[in-house]
């Protein structure tokens, strides 16, 4: 139980096209889905939380009207890179929690999607 | 906010050993703490975790041990295997809230 999938894994675009990542529970409702961005050998940072039909909490730096997330229903959220930069390569995860506040922390992570922008 | 330190950064050892991996963090509020693998280019795993009414807990190989008065918690990993061989990273997180912070992660290379 508890998997969580997103699509494409991998995607190369040319510099200035947008890109659109989703991240889709499969056997729970995600009433919360976080999006990391991860640097080769780094850690995991958390661009944004986003909760089903409410607008996204950005992480401050992150610039909201780059990288457009909707959450339109509780097993699917999305990441849009507008205008994407050969510095927006990386490698993108969301992950899912489920429950009212205070059931369950744990987060179950997709499996990530590999971005390269030429 | 909350600030999570890990260490070492990389940990080398020999199939068989014991290796133990320590993190520290700032908010006294904190009582959720996880443990994530992470193999090359795939997603974080959770392997174990704790909750800050508990002092240890183990899973077959793997121990997790908090102490809340010193603020650290630690992942303890006996008879290694290569296939351990992955980064590990820790977080923590207040009740009430889903966002755990990570730390920086620690390369767990066994060698066999």
């Known amino acids: 139980g508890a998997v969580v999938s997103q699509h494409p894994s991998w995607v190369i675009c040319k510099s200035g096209t947008s890109v659109k990542i989703e991240c889709r529970s499969l056997?729970?409702?995600?009433?919360?889905m976080f999006w990391y961005r991860q640097f080769p050998k780094q850690s995991l940072m958390l661009m944004a939380t986003?909760?089903?039909?409410?607008?996204?909490?950005?992480e401050q730096g992150v610039e909201k009207d780059k990288f457009l997330i909707n959450h339109a229903s509780l097993t699917l959220s999305t990441l849009t890179v507008t205008s994407a930069h050969p510095e927006d390569s990386s490698f993108y995860i969301c992950?899912?929690?489920?429950?009212?506040?205070?059931?369950?922390?744990?987060?179950?992570f997709g499996p990530g999607t590999r971005l390269t922008v030429l | 906010g909350e600030n999570v330190e890990q260490h070492p950064s990389t940990l080398s050892v020999q199939e068989g050993d014991s290796a133990v991996i320590k993190c520290t963090y700032s908010?006294?509020?904190?009582?959720?703490f996880p443990w994530y693998k992470q193999e090359l280019g795939k997603r974080p795993q959770l392997i174990i975790d704790?909750?800050?009414?508990?002092g240890e807990k183990k899973d077959q190989r793997i121990a997790v041990t908090l102490n809340k008065t010193a603020k650290h918690f630690s992942l303890h990993i006996t008879e290694t295997q290569p296939e351990d061989s992955a980064v590990y990273f820790c977080?923590?997180?207040?009740?009430?809230?889903?966002?755990?912070?990570f730390g920086r992660g620690t390369s767990l290379i066994v060698h066999p």
């Open positions: 992950s899912a929690t489920w429950g009212a506040l205070g059931l369950t922390d744990t987060q179950y």
């Open positions: 056997d729970f409702q995600a009433t919360t």
């Open positions: 986003s909760n089903e039909g409410s607008k996204a909490t950005y």
């Open positions: 908010d006294s509020a904190s009582n959720y």
């Open positions: 704790i909750r800050s009414n508990v």
């Open positions: 977080a923590a997180s207040k009740g009430g809230s889903y966002i755990p912070t």
